[in-house]
Each structure stands twice: as structure tokens, then as C-alpha cells.
């Protein structure tokens, strides 16, 4: 794990797992509002702060108005984060596959 992930918050994971899960690189931007349709209820209100946040630690850019792209890290930190999560929500859906 390295500095940048040690310092997140559960707001900023939230949304880098959201990004990975979209598939968000450098050169591919998503609007907020697509961003804030796949995020859960309970973070709707932290959305703007969370954003702050990615922006001030280097891993979200400014695309356009209302438009987000990932830096570099942010990819490799958002694939990451989805593909735990992935694996932590359909990991053992695996294991029945196998079984039947």
C-alpha cells in the first residue's frame, strides 16, 4: 500500500472504486452526475469534499466543467480499489461456478 492509499478517506475510496469500476483512465472523462449516480446514498452529501480531496492529493483532474479525468496513479489506485472490491462482493460466486 503506498502513501497516497494509507491517506484516503472512505468518501474518496468510495469514489475511486466508482472510477475503476467505469473504467476512468487519463485520456477518458465522466460527468459528476454519472459519478454520482453509482455512488451510495449514505456519500451523496461528502461528494464535493471527496472530490476536493482527489483534486489536492494529485490523484483527479479537472477535465472540463463538471467533467473528471484520473491522473496516472489514479487509474492504477482506482483499478486496484475496484478489483478488491470485485473480488471481496463475487469472490466466492467463484468457488459455486466450480462446485456445480
Same mark, same amino acid.
Do not use: W
Given at each position: 500500500?503506498?502513501?497516497? +492509499? ?5 468518501? +474518496?475510496?468510495?469514489?475511486? +472504486?466508482?472510477?475503476?469500476? /467505469?473504467?476512468? =483512465? @487519463?485520456?477518458?472523462?465522466? !460527468?459528476?452526475?454519472?459519478? $454520482?449516480?453509482?455512488?451510495? %446514498? &449514505?456519500? %451523496?452529501?461528502?461528494? !464535493?469534499?471527496?472530490? &476536493?480531496?482527489?483534486? =489536492? ?6 477535465? $472540463?466543467?463538471? !467533467?473528471?479525468?484520473?491522473?496516472? +496513479? ?9 478489483? !478488491? &472490491? $470485485?473480488? @471481496?462482493?463475487?469472490? =466466492? /460466486?467463484?468457488? /459455486?461456478? /466450480?462446485?456445480?
Amino acid at each position: 500500500m503506498c502513501d497516497i +492509499e494509507a491517506t484516503l478517506s472512505d468518501i +474518496e475510496i468510495k469514489i475511486l +472504486e466508482v472510477l475503476g469500476a /467505469l473504467h476512468i =483512465s @487519463q485520456s477518458k472523462n465522466v !460527468n459528476e452526475k454519472t459519478v $454520482r449516480k453509482k455512488l451510495p %446514498q &449514505k456519500y %451523496q452529501s461528502d461528494f !464535493n469534499d471527496g472530490i &476536493k480531496g482527489l483534486h =489536492s492529493k494529485g490523484l483527479l483532474r479537472y477535465y $472540463r466543467n463538471d !467533467n473528471y479525468a484520473l491522473n496516472a +496513479e489514479g487509474v492504477k489506485i482506482a483499478h486496484k480499489l475496484a478489483t !478488491n &472490491k $470485485r473480488n @471481496q462482493t463475487y469472490g =466466492s /460466486l467463484r468457488i /459455486l461456478f /466450480l462446485l456445480t
